[in-house]
């Protein structure tokens, strides 16, 4: 299985940034798709979950500016990231669960002040 990150780049703070995340099969053979991220000195942190056939959720420190997304036609899951504040600087990692967890290599995201 290959997930592969994009969209990741460097944005003024209040920016907006869309990562999107690949996967080398269907999304439905899995049980969650997430978004991940870790920040430099920081433990890997859960930003957003989204269960097959269940209700997306993302974490506090992002709700009401970040949204994750699915597409399935395409094998495609997204995190749309709104009003972005330094603190978000991190490598954003893409994560799929099944019996096994598959990650992404990352795409960094760098929000200047």
């Known amino acids: 299985v290959q997930l592969v990150e994009s969209g990741g780049g460097l944005v003024p703070a209040g920016g907006s940034l869309r990562l999107s995340c690949a996967a080398s099969?269907?999304?439905?053979?899995?049980?969650?798709m997430a978004w991940y991220r870790q920040a430099p000195g920081n433990k890997r942190e859960l930003v957003a979950r989204?269960?097959?056939?269940?209700?997306?959720d993302v974490a506090d420190s992002v709700k009401s500016r970040f949204t994750i997304s699915r597409d399935n036609a395409t094998n495609t899951v997204y995190l749309q990231m709104n009003s972005l504040k330094p603190e978000d600087t991190a490598v954003y990692y893409c994560?799929?669960?099944?019996?096994?967890?598959?990650w992404g290599r990352g795409t960094q995201v760098t929000v200047s002040s």
């Open positions: 994560n799929a669960e099944s019996i096994v967890a598959y």
């Open positions: 099969r269907s999304l439905s053979s899995f049980n969650v």
């Open positions: 989204s269960p097959t056939g269940g209700v997306a």
